[in-house]
T-cell receptor, first 114, second 115 residues
């Protein structure tokens, strides 16, 4: 069965600092990988996704993520964090079967200090 | 372009009551999903549907039922509400292709409290 681990429950960074959120997955084949962001009281918004090809993927809001098969990781990065990036971030892995379903991690809450 | 619309946004139920959470999408997506979100637990899949007339259980289906009579609508029914069903419920949809390439579009959620 597929699974996702986000080891950091809560992260605090200063505005302008760089950010890396960790995500490790378990899946038997090449996975579909996603990062979503959830602002308070809102639904989840897709930041970026990886299916195949270039292992460094660019997303919205200046985020990027790198797929590392050898480490089963898909870490999210941003060079310079803005106060508006404060939110909860979810990593997800998708199956490649006929009824593709996403399995989500438990999320990482990002706090940004001004 | 409404996307995925969920109603109601908030609801308080008494133990044993029943209700239906509504979900409608206008993107002609074939796949639809219901998740529940509990603090520190991420999102857990309740039920999903791959098209009108086809539904299947997810990870946590007990206490819930669904139907999919049209492509657009995917209501979630709670029978005999219990405190354990206090949660935030999210509906999502996606368009599946033969080569993958999908991503979910989420609704804004329904916050349900069972007292």
């Amino acid at each position: 069965a597929q699974s996702v681990t986000q080891p950091d429950i809560h992260i605090t960074v200063s505005e302008g600092a760089s950010l890396e959120l960790r995500c490790n997955y378990s899946y038997g084949a090449t996975p579909y990988l996603f990062w979503y962001v959830q602002s308070p009281g809102q639904g989840l918004q897709l930041l970026l996704k990886y299916f195949s090809g270039d292992t460094l993927v660019q997303g919205i809001k200046g985020f990027e993520a790198e797929f590392k098969r050898s480490q089963s990781s898909f870490n999210l990065r941003k060079p310079s964090v803005h106060w508006s990036d404060a939110a909860e971030y979810f990593c997800a892995v998708g199956s490649t079967g006929t009824a593709s379903k996403l399995t989500f991690g438990t999320g990482t809450r990002l706090q940004v200090m001004l | 372009n409404a996307g995925v619309t969920q109603t109601p946004k908030f609801r308080i139920l008494k133990i044993g009551q029943s209700m239906t959470l509504q979900c409608t999408q206008d993107m002609n997506h074939n796949y639809m999903y219901w998740y529940r979100q509990d603090p520190g637990m991420g999102l857990k899949l309740i039920y999903y549907s791959v098209g009108a007339g086809i539904t299947d259980k997810g990870e946590v289906p007990n206490g819930y039922n669904v139907s999919r009579s049209t492509t657009e609508d995917f209501p979630l029914r709670l029978e005999l509400a219990a405190p354990s069903q206090t949660s935030v419920y999210f509906c999502a949809s996606s368009h599946q292709t033969g080569t993958g390439g999908y991503g979910y579009t989420f609704g804004s959620g329904t916050r349900l409290t069972v007292v």
